[in-house]
């Protein structure tokens, strides 16, 4: 039903309970927002959105109140400025003053917003914040002091991440963001995912940076330093640069490396391609053999595997035994590239350029290291890897590209697909394939586990297995699937699992302001890599097939176990 309505003395057509905020924007007129996040249940809480309702001659929040009939709105009067101006003077009196020190300085909407409203004078003063800054996670550093209590990021972490591990606590001029009792991240079911970094609108979340410890090693003339980046890493650099996401700068990243002081340069889309050569192996033998449960679930995302052991430990053996792309690189550097290289793994110093805070906490447990040799030393992010490059002065935008280094740099576009939700499961569907059959698949797209759906369905026939899968997009979206699994649903055997909604592609670590836009360009990038080159599977990886023919033997033996497979455990959560 269409209303009519007047927006700033202007007349407009509304829909009937469209809020006001929705179609002030489908008309040009941008308002400001804290609280707000699109597609979730309007909070109003923030009041930022404040416009002035002529009717009433009330002052109204937009992101939550429904469009009226013949109503007449204001959206920048004279009393909405002013409102909106002392909400940001309000919200100042107790911030920290230290914007040139925050690790979102120039990319802080307190600070965007203190801007476009020229607050440029302190007339309110109160007492500062004096928290402790807790620096207890492996991944994420929170400073309470810099929260303006939006509620974003509890809200990203109970609805789409389905954890809880924050929430505000105390009361009154003393409530705060973080886990219960007041507790360190350590003690919390946070699984790192950084998606609560993603929507914070200030400094008060970040990721636990590795700059100085990467730098410092590079600076090390006795190490060889040696970094991977991952499938997504190409397709969203660009953006740290100012330049468009749907833009590969692969030969580009190479070179900016290079450039940055690093040994070796590896693309992690090598060990996606091992990665399906021993998922696909394991998956072949659990169905084959009924020597595990059935389905399998995917490990390659580090936040999904923490949740499993926290939340569905009776389900650990249905998660594949497989590390992750990352993990895998990191233990093939450190074992097999030393030797062919002739360097002492312990002087080696591996770095993974990744879009994913997860990673970091990954690459620290404990399983992750052999005979005191840790397969990872050091995770930058995506906006870490723009700082070090801006750090050191490299021109990003003017490059000659560079090929990444041998015998590790071949990839098959089907290791490129890791980057996006539903890449991996279609990776591995190809491989499955033919290792089941002999054959190639006709047609390698599978389009049925592709898009943003919340859990995507599938039946694939492979001679006389119907293989039944399962794509969640977004750990919120596991426990109703998991639930249908431990009830007795016997018609799915293999299941990808991705914490970040889209995948890596909009993982924690990715740059900070990304619309959807940008994350459906990220993926189109992917996918036309995938559609554009000849090598498209995993199992031709030349490269690959000599890494099993010189070193491991062959997929899921014992020196691939020992080196790419690993296991996990229930972990008690305190709080």
Known sequence: MKLNIKINTKPVQAEK????????????????????????????????????HVNSGRLITSCSYPVEDGMELLSHSPRVINARKTIVELLLSNHPDDCLYCVRNKNCELQNLSDELDVRHRRITGVKNNHSIDY???????????????????????????????????????????????????????????????????????????LSIVIEALQNPELTVVAQYAPAITVSIAEEFGLEPEKDMNGILNAALRKVGFNRVFDTSFTADLTIMEEATEL??????????????????????????????????????????????????????????????????????MPCTAKKFEAQREEM??????????????????????????DFKNLEPEDTDSPLGTRSSAGKIFGATGGVMEAALRTAYSMITGNELEKLEFE???????????????????????????????????????????????????????????????????????IYARIKALYEIDKNEALRVSHKNPQILELYQKFLGKPNGH????????????????L
């Open 369 to 394: 290291t052999q005979e005191g040799i840790s397969d990872v030393d050091a995770v930058l992010t995506t906006r870490e890897l723009g700082k070090l490059i801006r750090l050191y002065g490299i």
């Open 136 to 210: 207890s996670g492996q991944s994420i550093v929170c400073d309470p002091d810099k929260c303006i209590l939006c509620g974003r990021c509890v809200r990203v972490c109970e609805e789409t991440i389905g954890v809880s591990a924050i929430d505000f606590i105390l009361r009154g001029s003393k409530t705060i963001v973080a886990p219960a009792f007041n507790k360190g991240l350590n003690t919390s079911s946070c699984v790192n995912c950084g998606q609560c970094l993603m929507v914070c609108p200030t400094g008060a979340i970040a990721e636990k940076s590795h």
């Open 284 to 353: 072949i033998e659990r169905i084959t053999k009924n020597s595990d449960p059935i389905p399998m679930f995917t490990s390659c995302c580090p936040a999904w595997v923490k949740y499993v052991e926290e939340f569905w430990p009776e389900m650990l053996s249905n998660v594949s035994t497989c590390k992750s792309p990352q993990q895998m690189m990191g233990s093939i550097i450190k074992h097999y590239y030393s030797k062919i290289e002739n360097i002492k793994p312990e002087k080696i110093f591996s770095v993974s350029l």
């Open 559 to 574: 020196l691939s176990h020992k080196l790419l497979h690993t296991c996990y455990k229930k972990r008690i959560v305190l």
């Open 17 to 52: 309970g469209e809020m006001i905020l929705d179609v002030l924007e489908r008309n040009g007129i941008k308002i400001p927002t804290l609280c707000y996040m699109k597609d979730k249940f309007p909070a109003g809480a923030c009041r930022m959105c404040l416009v002035e």
């Open 448 to 518: 049925e586990v592709r898009g943003l759906s919340g859990v995507k369905h599938s039946k694939i026939k492979i001679d006389s297995l119907e293989l039944g899968v399962a794509v969640v997009n977004g750990l919120g979206n596991a426990a109703s699937l998991l639930k249908e699994i431990s009830e007795g649903r016997k018609d799915i055997h293999f299941v990808e699992v991705m914490s970040c909604p889209g995948g890596c592609i909009a993982g924690g670590g990715q740059h900070i302001g990304a619309d959807k836009n940008s």
